[in-house]
């Protein structure tokens, strides 16, 4: 989670700082709705297993399928706020658990009338926990299934390639309550690649 935490700011100066890699004359488009879809692939660190072995360490983590639609509706100058909605299915789920969920709330991007789009998102939803081999012992309990409300902080930004579709990179923290661990809950920790369509005109390259 340190690592997506450090990432963020980094993706955001970039994209503040991109308007002078692109070309002098290129237009800035802000429109009033800016829908768009997005389809990524990424490893989540569930935070479940992450003591122990080594084999436990890997086990803790997924192979995840995420895709969602964002809907930008308010604009103020640059920056463009939006409502997202996603879904997170794990494709491997590990040795330990595996983690999917639908989240919705809030987004904000940065259009830097260059190639680059960052943004931030703060989402809300519900999540659930599948425990893997058999399911998870605490104590004589054995635990097979969880559900948990999800806190989600996170975001990214958007290389434009074509008109329409851009190169999405995104990193996400979400805060799930667990029953298996001690504190009874825990963090976790998603990075995922993939790509966004966006609806209409498009602002990428022509």
Do not use: C
């Not at 991109?18 to 990424?42: C, D, E, H, Y």
């Not at 995840?64 to 909605?85: I, K, N, Q």
């Amino acid at each position: 989670m340190k690592s997506a935490l450090v990432l963020l700011p980094a993706l955001f100066l970039i994209g503040l700082n991109s308007k002078a890699l692109a070309q002098a004359n290129q237009p800035t488009a802000i429109r009033k709705l800016a829908p768009s879809a997005f389809v990524m692939v990424g490893g989540t660190y569930t935070g479940v297993g992450s003591f122990g072995s080594a084999t436990h360490r890997h086990g803790g983590k997924n192979v995840t399928l995420t895709a969602g639609a964002d809907l930008g509706f308010l604009s103020f100058g640059r920056f463009m706020l939006g409502a997202e909605v996603r879904g997170s299915y794990p494709l491997d789920s590990g040795h330990i658990v595996a983690e999917k969920a639908i989240l919705g709330g809030a987004r904000m991007s940065y259009e830097t009338g260059g190639l680059i789009r960052p943004y931030v998102d703060g989402l809300f939803g519900r999540g659930q926990m599948n425990y893997q081999d058999g399911g998870y012992a605490v104590g004589n309990l054995l635990y097979s299934q969880t559900a948990s409300n999800i806190y989600d902080f996170g975001g990214g930004a958007e290389f434009d390639i074509f008109r329409q579709i851009s190169l999405k990179v995104d990193v996400q923290a979400q805060h799930w309550n667990t029953p298996v661990i001690s504190s009874g809950h825990v963090w976790s920790a998603q990075g995922s690649v993939g790509a966004a369509y966006r609806f209409g005109a498009g602002q990428g390259p022509r």
